[in-house]
């Protein structure tokens, strides 16, 4: 059914999802914004491709951990500018928070890495931390100098998981309102689905480069929704140096000189003559040698969920309901505000 090991990890996790979908939402209105059980596959899916312990029960904690950070970045972050601000009752609590949670998830690496380092063999790779393990082994024997080191693999471990978890949650999240307020678009996704796929078996990645209107929806749902508005702070070798800078992605995917009608949501605008056309311009990851390392997981699971959704069904407004607004929530990455929506078999919306 699937074609490389990533995407049959991917894969097993859209089917999940999908049959939470049949089983819970067909024809019933359904919270778009619940969180928990599309952080757990998207959660479990980045524990599985990076450190293959999805299954241990206190996962569900540890999720819990990261989204909480979450919320309390937006009270803290003041002080990475105003670093006073940390003597501020609330925001000393979110800082100290932070930093308790920080503690509690890199302990829970720590078991991993103690795990993975017992069971470690050199001749079958199971994931990024026996990669990670094993390199560092090579340089410790050669004598070279290097950067690993068991802090820094926990390190990392803390940055992929909290990097990777809210942002997709959150585009699958806007991509399902975004749909649901356009059915055109829909429409045409799914045209494209019958055509290249079919109804016999589920989408594959193979299939995209055949799928340019589903593609190019998914860049328009990263333009429109600014899950991520602002980059990390980079600090400047020049202007002057040591200048820390923030790159402003909001201030590029909404300005009306690079786009028509930027408020609007129109996949349109990322095809030329059939093909999709990203303007260099438009930089979602960011750009250089800090951008995001998740922009082809994240295209990866995007495609599959929407694909898959959208073969079976329809995403409509409930019976009775003002369509929602798209407005978003701002954090570290900005999710939509909560609403509801009907999952119904294609065809039957009202
Ligand atoms: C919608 C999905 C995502 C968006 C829009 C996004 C966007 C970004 C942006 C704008 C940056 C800042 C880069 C810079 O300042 O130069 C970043 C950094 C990062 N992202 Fe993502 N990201 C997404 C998903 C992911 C996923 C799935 C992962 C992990 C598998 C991930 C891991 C990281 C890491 C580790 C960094 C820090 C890189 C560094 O500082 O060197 N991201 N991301």
């Not at 074609?3 to 089983?23: N, Y």
């Not at 932070?98 to 063999?121: A, G, W």
Request: proline share 5%; with cysteine; aromatic share 10%.
């Amino acid at each position: 059914m699937f074609a490389t090991k990533t995407e049959v990890k991917v894969g097993v996790h859209v089917l999940k999802e999908l049959l939470e979908f049949r089983t819970l939402r067909a024809g019933t209105a359904y919270a778009g914004d619940d969180r928990t059980r599309q952080s757990l596959h998207v959660g479990s899916l980045l524990m599985s491709m990076t450190f293959k312990n999805s299954e241990d029960k206190t996962f569900l904690h540890l999720l819990g951990l990261m989204e909480e950070g979450f919320k309390l970045f937006t009270l803290a972050m003041p002080v990475n500018f105003f670093p006073f601000l940390r003597f501020v009752p609330g925001v000393n609590y979110a800082y100290q928070k932070i930093i308790q949670n920080r503690t509690e998830t890199s302990s829970y690496f720590k078991k991993i890495v103690d795990e993975h380092r017992r069971t470690l063999d050199r001749e079958e790779i199971r994931d990024f931390v026996d990669a990670y393990l094993v390199q560092q082994e090579k340089y410790k024997t050669s004598g070279q100098h290097s950067y690993f080191s068991e802090e820094q693999l926990i390190q990392v471990m803390n940055d992929i998981f909290s990097a990777g978890l809210e942002n997709v949650t959150s585009t699958i999240e806007w991509a399902v309102l975004f749909l649901m307020l356009n059915p055109r678009v829909q429409k045409r996704i799914q045209s494209e689905i019958d055509e290249v796929v079919g109804s016999k078996r589920l989408p594959q990645l193979e299939d995209m480069s055949r799928m340019p209107y589903t593609e190019a929806t998914f860049w328009e749902v990263l333009r429109r929704s600014n899950v991520i508005a602002l980059g990390n702070t980079h600090n400047t070798l020049e202007i002057p140096a040591g200048t820390h800078i923030l790159p402003n992605l909001y201030a590029i995917n909404m300005d009306p000189n690079l786009w028509i009608e930027p408020e609007k949501f129109e996949p349109q605008r990322f095809l030329r003559n059939g093909k999709v056309y990203k303007p260099d311009h438009f930089i979602p990851f960011s750009v250089g040698r800090r951008m995001c390392l998740g922009d082809v997981l994240t295209k990866m699971e995007v495609f599959l969920f929407l694909s898959s959704l959208l073969q079976e069904f329809d995403l409509c407004v409930p019976d009775h309901a003002d369509p929602p607004k798209a407005l978003g929530i701002v954090a570290a990455s900005m999710a939509p505000k909560p609403y509801q929506v009907c999952a119904v078999p294609r065809n039957r919306c009202q």
